[in-house]
Nanobody, 122 residues
Framework: QVQLVDSGGGLVQAGGSLRLSCAAS????????MGWYRQAPGKQRELVAA???????DYEDSVKGRFTISRADAKNTVYLQMNSLEAEDTAVYYC????????????????WGQGTQVTVSS
């Protein structure tokens, strides 16, 4: 089992920045891919960014150049640095782990954080 704890959300003005954190514990040796998903009201959940244990990254097109995913293995933590935030980025963001690289857009891993609300005011 793997436990994930999300944090770092909040209210920010358009153009501002936030950094989300995801702290992992448990059987983390089994994890390769970790990612961040988001779900806005009335919209489907979507993959925002993902990273492998080797540091390979992938981003949803609308966040490329604005968001950066990274991991600090010594801390068992994954981060999502979000810059130049837009109102369209408003959503609940969820950390995810344990999925298979290359399939994450349609098949998230089985482990989820509790979610953290990001609200961007225009």
């Amino acid at each position: 089992q793997v436990q994930l704890v999300d944090s770092g959300g909040g209210l920010v003005q358009a153009g501002g920045s936030l950094r989300l954190s995801c702290a992992a514990s448990g059987s983390i040796f089994s994890i390769n891919a970790m990612g961040w998903y988001r779900q806005a009201p009335g919209k489907q959940r979507e993959l925002v960014a993902a990273i492998t244990s080797g540091g390979i990254t992938d981003y949803e097109d609308s966040v490329k150049g604005r968001f950066t995913i990274s991991r600090a293995d010594a801390k068992n933590t994954v981060y999502l640095q979000m810059n130049s935030l837009e109102a369209e980025d408003t959503a609940v963001y969820y950390c995810n782990a344990g999925g298979i690289w290359g399939t994450l857009r349609s098949r998230p891993g089985p482990y989820w954080g509790q979610g953290t609300q990001v609200t961007v005011s225009s």
